[in-house]
Antibody, heavy 121, light 107 residues
Framework: QVQLQESGPGLVKPSQTLSLTCTVS??????????WSWIRQPAGKGLEWIGR???????NYNPSLKSRLTILVDTSKNQFSLRLSVVTAADTAVYYC?????????????WGQGTTVTVSS | SYELTQPPSESVAPGQTARIICGGN??????VHWYQQRPGQAPLLVMY???DRPSGIPERFSGSNSGNTATLTISRVETGDEADYYC??????????FGGGTKLTVL
């Protein structure tokens, strides 16, 4: 059974960098069978895709976040991570990681439980 | 950028059929996925590639995609189906695109 677990600070100060890690169990990122995505959801609002990474390190980012975003993969730890710089209150949200099919037309079939990140001084 | 439009809310009586629509320009040429999100929970994939059901999703859930509209149909609606539903596609410029979500209320 594949499971994803997000981890990281729940509180980040404005203008600082938000850093989260997603740990994958029950599957190997290095198998190269999936993309690994980040999605966020502000309280009471809809889902926003942040970006994805492949086992090779290749990435695709949401154009609206691209200038502040870095997504990395660590196959030795079976983890991938998110770094979002110069955060503001608008970045406060529940952050999810998810597994996405290898073809662009595939959906996201496994999700983490989500972690809440608040941006506040 | 590509946009998906969903009605904010739909309501249906138990046992009836719910149809949740997702509008997008020429969406029939894209592969549409649907997610169910109950309060306080992570999204759950309930339909992929327009009309394929993941393992464990009841046959009451079905999907279609034609023209500018994709539809998630839930037959014999149960109280447990009350949730937010999101459609999603991949766009070559925007990447993953989600609809704004539809809150399904079971009366």
């Amino acid at each position: 059974q594949v499971q994803l677990q997000e981890s990281g600070p729940g509180l980040v100060k404005p203008s600082q960098t938000l850093s989260l890690t997603c740990t994958v169990s029950g599957d190997s990122i290095s198998r190269g069978s999936y993309y690994w995505s980040w999605i966020r959801q502000p309280a009471g609002k809809g889902l926003e895709w942040i970006g994805r990474v492949y086992s090779s390190g290749s990435t695709n980012y949401n154009p609206s976040l691209k200038s502040r975003l870095t997504i990395l993969v660590d196959t030795s730890k079976n983890q991938f991570s998110l770094r979002l710089s110069v955060v503001t209150a608008a970045d406060t949200a529940v952050y999810y990681c998810a597994r996405m099919g290898i073809a662009d037309v595939d959906g996201m079939d496994v999700w983490g439980q989500g972690t809440t990140v608040t941006v506040s001084s | 950028s590509y946009e998906l439009t969903q009605p904010p809310s739909e309501s249906v009586a138990p046992g009836q059929t719910a149809r949740i629509i997702c509008g997008g320009n020429d969406i029939e040429f894209k592969s549409v996925h649907w997610y169910q999100q109950r309060p306080g929970q992570a999204p759950l994939l309930v339909m992929y590639h327009d009309s394929d059901r993941p393992s464990g999703i009841p046959e009451r859930f079905s999907g279609s995609n034609s023209g500018n509209t994709a539809t998630l149909t839930i037959s014999r609606v149960e109280t447990g189906d009350e949730a937010d539903y999101y459609c999603q596609v991949w766009d070559g410029t925007s990447g993953v695109v989600f609809g704004g979500g539809t809150k399904l209320t079971v009366l």
